[in-house]
């Protein structure tokens, strides 16, 4: 009789895994149960629609410092697959890949679908079977095997993937076989503020700044986007994620200094003086000393320094210019709460990691146990890095099992 991998989640990891164990063993029957009747909806929807399959950082060592939770157990796991395992992987399945000027990965076609494609035609070319408006109502141990209740049938399995995400419902079955949930709070979130500052200007972006949580170590640096709720972007929603705890402890309500420019307050001091000495004439208000910063946000950010809407470089003080400065170099917000991505929702917490055997991302408390994805508690800043944890830890799960 043909041993059988049952997997709990059509998203990501599932699907990798199913594809790679039923590639690697032919004599093995694998399944795949998902809830509702579509697949491979976070896949759909990430990264504007054209998937970020990943990140262009080929050394394990510099690509766990993207993730705040599962940085050292993840170090192993990338010797053994890693980007460019991934990239391989896809473009041997005709599905070519690029990596844009931030680094990020994505299928030349600028569409999620082709992911999606080649994950279904893979998965019906290697006799994957998958179970749509499958509900898992219960998972049992009944010696060496699992018994998996749904909605529609029950299954045996001599082994066991889950790889549902954040399921409430599936983490309370794993409760019942023993395994500890670290409680989920959101990791990437972009930050709600209301401050004239920023009222009116949605849309405005800087190439690079820096942003530092008062009181606390916490700081970031990278692209920033000014949206109808307050502040976005890579820079933000990367301290989200290394936020994401001690933010959730804070009931959202902390304070932040931004550096707009992501240069000293002494450095931009001399500027701004330069700028006074070499166009004395001109209206402040008008003419942005920085090209990085978009002559709307530099008019708020002139008017928050107290200077006139008609004041001339050469009128300006060593205290207005030094206030301009400040306002260039470390405007405090207050944060007021968060708004997350709804469809590229993403968790800190699950599993909790200390009982995971990483070799084979197999459960310490069963034997033929495994989990893969975001069931587990890791995950990472933005940037294709969650897909990469989903990939890697799914090839290891496939590479586990015997057929």
């Known amino acids: ?184 709070v959101p990791s990437l979130f972009t930050f709600n503020i209301v401050d004239e500052r920023l009222k009116d200007i949605p849309g405005i972006s800087v190439p690079k700044a820096s942003v530092n949580v008062i009181d606390s170590k916490l700081s970031a640096e990278g692209p920033l986007l000014i949206t109808h709720w307050g502040l976005s972007g890579p820079g933000i929603l990367k301290l989200s994620a290394w936020g994401a705890l001690e933010f959730h402890k804070k009931d959202y309500q902390f304070e932040i200094a931004v550096n707009w420019l992501s240069k000293s307050f002494e450095k931009v001091l001399d500027e701004l003086k330069s700028a006074k000495m070499n166009q004395p004439k001109k209206q402040v208000i008008l003419h942005s000393v920085f090209e990085e910063i978009s002559k709307r946000l530099w008019e708020k950010l002139v008017t928050a320094a107290q200077i006139q809407s008609d004041s001339q470089w050469a009128q300006l003080n060593n205290k207005q210019l030094e206030s301009l400065a400040s306002q260039l170099t470390k405007s405090g917000f207050k944060v007021s709460g968060k708004s997350t991505f709804k469809d590229e929702f993403v968790t800190a917490g699950g599993i909790d990691l200390k009982e995971i055997n990483f070799k084979r991302f197999q459960s310490k408390l069963h034997k033929n146990l495994f989990f893969a994805g975001e069931v587990l508690n890791i995950d990472a800043v933005t940037g294709g890095f969650n897909f990469q944890n989903a990939w890697t830890g799914g090839w290891i799960v496939a590479s586990s099992v015997e057929s």
């Open 1 to 184: 009789m043909k041993k059988k991998l049952v997997i709990i989640g059509g998203g990501a990891a599932g699907f990798f895994a199913a594809i790679n164990a039923a590639e690697m063993h032919p004599d093995l029957e694998v399944i795949i149960l998902e809830g509702s009747n579509k697949v491979l909806q976070k896949v759909k929807v990430s990264g504007g629609g054209r998937c970020n399959v990943s990140h262009a950082c080929f050394t394990p060592n510099e690509l766990v410092e993207f993730y705040p939770r599962g940085k050292k157990e993840l170090l192993g796991p990338f010797h053994q697959f890693m980007t460019g395992d991934t990239m391989d992987w896809f473009e041997n399945r005709g599905v070519p890949l690029k990596i844009e000027d931030d680094n990020r990965i994505f299928p030349e076609s600028n569409s999620s679908q082709t992911i999606i494609d080649c994950f279904l035609e893979s998965a019906k070319n290697a006799g994957v079977k998958l179970k749509t408006s499958t509900r898992v109502d219960a998972i049992e141990k009944n010696e060496d095997k699992f018994i998996i209740k749904t909605n529609a049938e029950t299954f045996t399995a001599d082994y066991l993937l889950v790889a549902a995400g954040s399921n409430a419902k599936v983490w309370t079955m794993l409760e019942g076989l023993g395994h500890t949930i670290i409680k989920p």
